[in-house]
């Protein structure tokens, strides 16, 4: 006799579905001691194809800048050595709260590599790689021209500059009257 009585129901971690006699493991379940256990915090389903109860998770899944992974930040303090940097965006997508990350002299373009006061100001929004995360510690990379300052802001008068990168991040007033 099945031991699942409602095949759609919520589940916990470790939680029994059923004897591995009656339904093999599927996406979000293991086997162990016979039994096929949840996997996930979730609701089981039956994959009748396969003959398999699969667990779909309804927790959110969890966007963490991990090794590899492109993230945007805004520049905290800068000094010669490193800088620390808010995490904001990660694989694009918008974070909170945010992570704090630190990008060394010797992770940005060689042209710096004596000061990164030079490539860096305190309020830029950067665009780098995640490079290490051993130790609780962000650490980026901005070296390679995919990675740099997108937008910075005027050190004098504090409006939207030009970009280290190239583009200007958005049209100055003058700039737009003029096209129209």
Do not use: W
Not at 63 to 89: K, Q, W, Y
Not at 97 to 111: K, Q
Not at 150 to 165: D, E, I, L, N
């Amino acid at each position: 006799m099945s031991k699942v009585r409602n095949v759609n129901r919520k589940v916990f971690p470790g939680e029994e579905l059923a004897v591995i006699e009656e339904y093999n493991v599927g996406e979000g379940s293991y086997q162990e001691d016979g039994l096929v256990r949840s996997e996930e915090l979730g609701e089981t389903r039956l994959n009748k194809e396969k003959r398999a109860l699969e667990v779909e998770k309804v927790t959110k899944h969890l966007n963490l800048p991990l090794e590899g992974v492109i993230i945007i930040a805004e520049t905290g303090s800068v000094t010669r050595r490193d800088a620390r940097v808010d995490i904001f965006r990660v694989d694009g997508k918008k974070i909170v709260p945010t992570y704090t990350g630190v990008v060394h002299i010797n992770d940005v373009a060689r042209e710096f590599s004596r000061n990164l006061e030079q490539a860096l100001r305190s309020g830029d929004i950067v665009r780098a790689v995640v490079a290490n995360t051993k130790n609780r510690i962000i650490q980026l990379s901005m070296a390679g021209p995919e990675y740099g300052v997108v937008y910075a802001y005027c050190s004098r008068c504090g409006a939207s500059s030009r970009t280290r990168m190239g583009a200007s991040p958005a049209p100055v007033a003058s700039e737009s009257s003029a096209a129209r």
